[in-house]
């Protein structure tokens, strides 16, 4: 089955630099990588997420990047904010028809410092 | 708010009891899937539902149940809880036709 592994498992930054989180993937076939962030007794929302005809996606101070060929992604915030602070989640999928159920990554704990 | 409704948000039980999980998935949604989340193992998936039959199976303890009804809303049971089993339980919900999926509050788990 699929395995995503990620990195780092925590994170801290100052406020107004950038964060980037890193997931692998195991299997070529996950066409569909989302992010989730879950904040403190909630559960995860997405964040954004792109699907593997796309190399790059855009959504204000986020962004992803995939690699298909290294069997990578990972996320971007630039101009971090006390906000943001949270645990992110990357996952991966396969197509629609297949048991779409996502393999989540490990989690990654990000810390913003004011 | 995702539209996901999970009840009961706590529940404090004792070893070797049975609780129900019950989640309402967004409008319109026809899959659910259940996840469990505990400090050491990450979100680990447990069951997915689509429109009422099981569609795939993660890693489910056999003294765990699900089901989905006809008004597609779920219920996970837990039984013969165990200590170990006290973790966060998700609900998700997703569209018929697309991989993402959305998630309820979690129902928080404590077997003392």
């Known amino acids: 089955g699929e395995n995503v592994e990620q990195h780092p498992s925590t994170l801290s930054v100052q406020e107004g630099d950038s964060a980037v989180i890193k997931c692998t993937y195991s299997?070529?076939?996950?066409?569909?990588f989302p992010w989730y962030k879950q904040e403190l007794g909630k559960g995860p929302q997405l964040i954004i997420d792109?699907?593997?005809?796309?190399g790059e996606k855009k959504d204000q101070r986020i962004a992803v990047t995939l690699n298909k060929t290294a069997k990578h992604f990972s996320l971007h915030i630039t101009e971090t904010q006390p906000e943001d602070s949270a645990v992110y989640f990357c996952a991966a999928s396969k197509p629609p028809g297949s048991a779409r159920q996502l393999t989540f990554g490990s989690g990654t704990q990000l810390t913003v410092l004011p | 708010d995702s539209g996901v409704t999970q009840t009961p948000k706590h529940l404090i039980t004792a070893t070797g009891q049975r609780v129900t999980l019950r989640c309402s998935p967004r409008?319109?949604?026809?899959?659910v899937y259940w996840y469990q989340q505990s400090l050491d193992q990450g979100l680990q998936f447990l069951i997915q539902y689509y429109n009422g039959e099981e569609r795939a199976k993660g890693n489910i303890l056999e003294r765990f149940s699900a089901q989905q009804f006809p008004d597609l809303h779920s219920e996970l049971n837990l039984s013969s809880l165990e200590l170990g089993d006290s973790a966060l339980y998700f609900c998700?919900?997703?569209?018929?036709?697309?991989?993402?999926?959305?998630f309820g509050e979690g129902s928080w788990l404590t077997v003392v």
């Open positions: 409008s319109g949604d026809l899959s």
């Open positions: 792109i699907r593997s005809n796309v």
């Open positions: 299997d070529s076939a996950s066409n569909y």
């Open positions: 998700a919900s997703g569209e018929s036709s697309g991989n993402t999926i959305y």
